[in-house]
């Protein structure tokens, strides 16, 4: 996974930074820019300096090691952590984390952290005129197995207005966050639905150039962890590097 501590960089010095990783360079178009016009934050946000590599102690790259005992029972199952349930179509988000070379990466924990059905975070700093839900926190985690597979029960989330221009609206998406054996390697990254018309005017997933790429991170309909009468359910696999790599936001820091 991602291991490298930036400092400001420019646009121009992206393909540097994955050389500083030591790994294969991302194919062009796959991963997104720094600077995205479109997407007003990053007009002050994207760096402007060369980046820094800071030397690693041996702590940052080898703990802290992530435990079933640092997972509660129902840290996946984010409709059963509360006295009550949650308002909202329930759905299953499952799938694989795998390599570069499509094996599986056992034991990574995998977050996930989602606005509620009605599109609204418990956050203070979220001030949409949504309704909160008591009974939906929105956050939960899990270890993948041995064969690289996870699985969260979950609310299908709500859309959000966010005022990056005119009638802006995000599309219906879960956060990922994923990390290998130590803080270092973290990698952050987002999930969407199949069939979102919102998807086409959404300036953080058209950032990606390739199509091929954004596609890679909207989830498809899985009859087989559908619960009958109960919950939808969607595939979402998560590569980590080579020519298929998921594109992720460690490279762009997205704000929710």
């Given at each position: 996974?991602?291991?490298?501590?930036?400092?400001?960089?420019?646009?121009?010095?992206?393909?540097?930074?994955?050389?500083?990783?030591?790994?294969?360079?991302?194919?062009?178009?796959?991963?997104?820019?720094?600077?995205?016009?479109?997407?007003?934050?990053?007009?002050?946000?994207?760096?402007?300096?060369?980046?820094?590599?800071?030397?690693?102690?041996?702590?940052?790259?080898?703990?802290?090691?992530?435990?079933?005992?640092?997972?509660?029972?129902?840290?996946?199952?984010?409709?059963?952590?509360?006295?009550?349930?949650?308002?909202?179509?329930?759905?299953?988000?499952?799938?694989?984390?795998?390599?570069?070379?499509?094996?599986?990466?056992?034991?990574?924990?995998?977050?996930?952290?989602?606005?509620?059905?009605?599109?609204?975070y418990p956050h203070p700093v979220d001030q949409h005129d949504a309704p909160t839900d008591p009974n939906f926190t929105g956050a939960g985690r899990t270890l993948t197995d041995a064969e690289g597979r996870y699985r969260f029960v979950t609310i299908r989330p709500g859309e959000y207005p966010w005022?990056?221009?005119?009638?802006?609206?995000?599309?219906?998406?879960?956060?990922?966050?994923?990390?290998?054996?130590?803080?270092?390697?973290?990698?952050?990254?987002?999930?969407?639905?199949?069939?979102?018309?919102?998807?086409?005017?959404?300036?953080?997933?058209?950032?990606?150039?390739?199509?091929?790429?954004?596609?890679?991170?909207?989830?498809?309909?899985?009859?087989?962890?559908?619960?009958?009468?109960?919950?939808?359910?969607?595939?979402?696999?998560?590569?980590?590097?080579?020519?298929?790599?998921?594109?992720?936001?460690?490279?762009?820091?997205?704000?929710?």
């Amino acid at each position: 996974m991602d291991s490298t501590t930036k400092a400001p960089a420019s646009a121009a010095t992206k393909p540097a930074a994955r050389a500083l990783r030591g790994y294969r360079a991302d194919d062009p178009g796959t991963q997104p820019a720094y600077l995205y016009p479109p997407y007003a934050s990053t007009q002050k946000r994207a760096p402007h300096e060369a980046l820094v590599r800071l030397p690693w102690s041996l702590s940052e790259v080898t703990g802290p090691l992530f435990g079933f005992e640092r997972i509660r029972a129902n840290d996946f199952d984010l409709t059963k952590q509360h006295d009550g349930a949650p308002i909202g179509e329930r759905i299953v988000v499952s799938g694989r984390v795998l390599d570069a070379n499509g094996k599986p990466v056992p034991h990574a924990l995998v977050e996930i952290w989602q606005a509620n059905a009605a599109g609204r975070y418990p956050h203070p700093v979220d001030q949409h005129d949504a309704p909160t839900d008591p009974n939906f926190t929105g956050a939960g985690r899990t270890l993948t197995d041995a064969e690289g597979r996870y699985r969260f029960v979950t609310i299908r989330p709500g859309e959000y207005p966010w005022r990056n221009h005119p009638n802006a609206w995000r599309p219906a998406h879960i956060h990922f966050s994923l990390f290998g054996p130590a803080f270092a390697t973290r990698l952050v990254t987002q999930m969407y639905f199949p069939g979102d018309p919102l998807l086409e005017f959404d300036p953080m997933y058209m950032s990606i150039p390739d199509e091929k790429a954004r596609k890679r991170l909207v989830s498809a309909f899985d009859w087989e962890t559908t619960i009958p009468e109960t919950a939808l359910g969607y595939r979402f696999d998560v590569v980590l590097r080579g020519r298929d790599e998921t594109p992720m936001e460690n490279d762009l820091v997205l704000p929710r």
